[in-house]
């Protein structure tokens, strides 16, 4: 359990230089998320059960889990046999998912890499289903056989058709990406999770030198991204692609403040060398340790439960996602419609525990790029 008496960890609730501590919380946390399977849940309402299974969110958390170990952490969970229960699931997956497992698969020296390459080979030779993917799972494309070609997998091929695949999805006049390859309503409407794990894919095909020019649309990409983060640095969730602006920021979560975002853009500091990218993670950051319009603390140690987002108010949710991505869709305006007021979206995922891992395992030293709130401060940046 964790050490009630760190000074990291204040009256039930972590403090933002805790980042350790943080971690620690994750991977009790994830305890609680674990089903008899072997896999990890869907999700969990505050004081409520454990609700579906995810063999998604399992690969998720253990990419976080072998980043934990690979910097010298100690999982909670077994890594083996989170890998099996998720092996035994894989004729399940699609194109998302077989990348997101070749991408672990790859990190764990796992020899069945070469099948999960193969059947991936299999899944992503439909270019039509490939158009439909959401723009999360394209980028995954990209990442898990990028990682495959570094580790000097035959998977060149396979990489550079997801590379030109994740290509044929960018904005004409803006940095961003759509959110499908398709002629639909929705495919200028991404969300965040497209244009952050997009984002991750540049970075990490920069490191690896696999394209040249990698580094510069990443670089464009990040400067957008973090030119639009709303006032007190919370990463807003729908854009309009081709415009390039916000048209609804909620639900704002609290898995890209401190995990997706983070990711990201250390790793894109990381590939050029450019502290000002890591820098601008750390401000969202604090975001979840009430630096937001609510002034909420997202993490309840007690509980073993990280809060998931802020979100619109009950009906007022869809009202205005719906109104206002019609307004950027057709109008190309930023966000307008407001009522209903705002809440805490009071669900857990399990995902989000392994991200934090993934982001922060060997970057603990990040925090300190940006001082944290002094107590009682108001909660802005």
């Not at 009630?4 to 009256?11: D, E, F, L, P, S």
């Not at 943080?22 to 409520?48: I, M, Q």
């Not at 998720?86 to 497992?101: E, T």
């Not at 979840?288 to 909420?296: D, S, Y």
């Amino acid at each position: 359990m964790l050490n009630r008496r760190n000074r990291k960890v204040q009256h039930g609730y972590l403090h933002p230089d805790g980042v350790k501590a943080l971690s620690e919380f994750a991977c009790e946390t994830l305890k609680t998320l674990l089903l008899p399977s072997g896999l990890f849940c869907y999700d969990r309402p505050f004081g409520g059960p454990l609700r579906g299974e995810s063999v998604r969110y399992s690969i998720l958390v253990l990419l976080g889990l072998l980043k934990q170990a690979a910097h010298g952490g100690s999982p909670t969970t077994s890594i083996d046999d989170l890998h099996r229960a998720v092996v035994s699931r894989i004729d399940d997956l699609g194109v998302g998912d077989l990348s997101l497992l070749l991408w672990a698969q790859t990190r764990m020296g796992e020899p069945s890499a070469s099948d999960t390459l193969t059947r991936l080979q299999q899944r992503s030779a439909d270019l039509h289903g490939l158009g439909t993917l959401e723009g999360m799972e394209a980028a995954w494309f990209v990442l898990g056989t990028a990682e495959a070609t570094a580790a000097s997998l035959p998977a060149r091929a396979l990489f550079d058709r997801a590379y030109a695949h994740l290509q044929s999805r960018r904005a004409p006049s803006s940095p961003l990406f759509r959110h499908t390859a398709t002629a639909g309503a929705r495919a200028k409407l991404p969300n965040f999770a497209t244009e952050i794990y997009s984002l991750l894919a540049l970075a990490e095909v920069t490191r690896h030198s696999l394209v040249p020019g990698s580094a510069a649309q990443a670089r464009a990409l990040a400067d957008k991204l973090i030119d639009l983060r709303l006032p007190d640095a919370g990463w807003p969730w729908l854009f309009q692609s081709d415009d390039g602006v916000v048209v609804e920021p909620y639900e704002v979560y609290s898995v890209h403040q401190d995990a997706m975002a983070p990711m990201a853009l250390f790793a894109l500091a990381e590939a050029v060398g450019d502290q000002a990218y890591a820098r601008a993670a750390v401000e969202g950051f604090q975001w979840c340790f009430g630096a937001n319009e609510l002034g909420f603390m997202f993490y309840d140690v007690p509980n073993r439960f990280a809060h998931r987002s802020i979100k619109r108010r009950g009906p007022a949710h869809s009202m205005n996602l719906w109104a206002n991505a019609a307004l950027g869709g057709v109008l190309k305006v930023r966000a307008r419609t407001s009522v209903g007021g705002v809440e805490v979206n009071r669900t857990c995922r399990p995902y989000h525990l392994g991200w934090i891992l993934e982001a922060w395992s060997g970057r603990e030293h990040l925090h300190a790029l940006v001082p944290s709130r002094k107590e009682n401060e108001p909660a802005s940046l």
